[in-house]
Each structure stands twice: as C-alpha cells, then as structure tokens.
C-alpha cells in the first residue's frame, strides 16, 4: 500500500502540473496570438498535457470516490442486492478498462513512427500512451476497491446473518 499511496501523490503531482502549466499555454498563445504573435507550438503542448492531465485525474477521482454517481434507485434497494449490483458494476468497470488498456497500448505501438503534429522527434505514442497508462492505474484503483469491498461485504453479512452463509 506504500507503492499505491506514494504513486497517487505522484499522480496528483503531475497532475495539478499538468493542468497548471496546460492552463498558462493557452493563455500565452492566446496573448502572442492578439499581439499577432501565434505560437502554434503552445496549443500542442496543451493537446499533449491534456490527455495525460484527464486520465490521471481520473485516477485520483476513483481513488477517493469523487465520480460522479446517481444512486436514486440502487440506494432503495436492499443491502445485499446493492452489494451486488456494485459488485458487477466494478467488474464491468475492471473489463472495459482491461480492454482499454489492452487497445491503448496496440494504439501507441501503431502510432510509434508519427510525428506529433509534426513536431520532429516527439512521436505521437507518448501522447497515446496516457490512454493505457492511465486505464492501468484505474484498474488497480478498481481492483483494490473491488477487494475492500467484499472484504466489508462479507463482515457486514456475517454480522447481521450471524453463522449464516455469505453467497
């Protein structure tokens, strides 16, 4: 869990960065740009942050149970039937996100050879590796959920139930 926790803040780190210094580009470009100084290069920048910047944050929003959520009529529901019901939706969650992954990095290896745009020397895949890196990072933030949430699924039924069987 040190692993997990220091690689968050690391996470948070890169981040706020990200956005800080994605939100200063754009304003720069836009200020050359009405001085009649457009600085192309400052947008791309931006483009490339961006996409590191949302997949991260969303980490950080799963972690610490920040995503959005409508539980109108889940919360209705019995206790059990709402463990399930979360149940299969992380296991869903965990399944797209595989396959996010999985396509994420397919993606970046086509991509190895392209230019971003048309930058020399900057390939394209660092751009797209924010899709598998980031989706990699949630799973194990779903996965880690996935497991306190059975272990307290299971204490809770053996303490209302009594002896009862769990499943």
Known sequence: MKLYDAIG???IFIAKSSLALLTALVFFSAVARTLHYPVA???DAATFLFAWCVFLS???AMRNDKLMSINLVVERLPVKVQFYLKLVNQIIILLFLAALVGFGFWLSYTT????FQGIPGF???WVTLS???GCALMMVTTILKLKDQIQRGYQHFQQ???NQEFL
């Not at 190895?112 to 230019?115: E, G, V």
């Open 160 to 162: 209302t139930a009594g």
């Open 131 to 133: 899709v598998p890196v």
């Open 123 to 125: 390939s394209y895949t």
């Open 112 to 115: 190895r050879l392209r230019t």
């Open 41 to 43: 290069w400052a947008v």
């Open 9 to 11: 803040k690391i996470e």
């Open 58 to 60: 969303a980490d950080i």
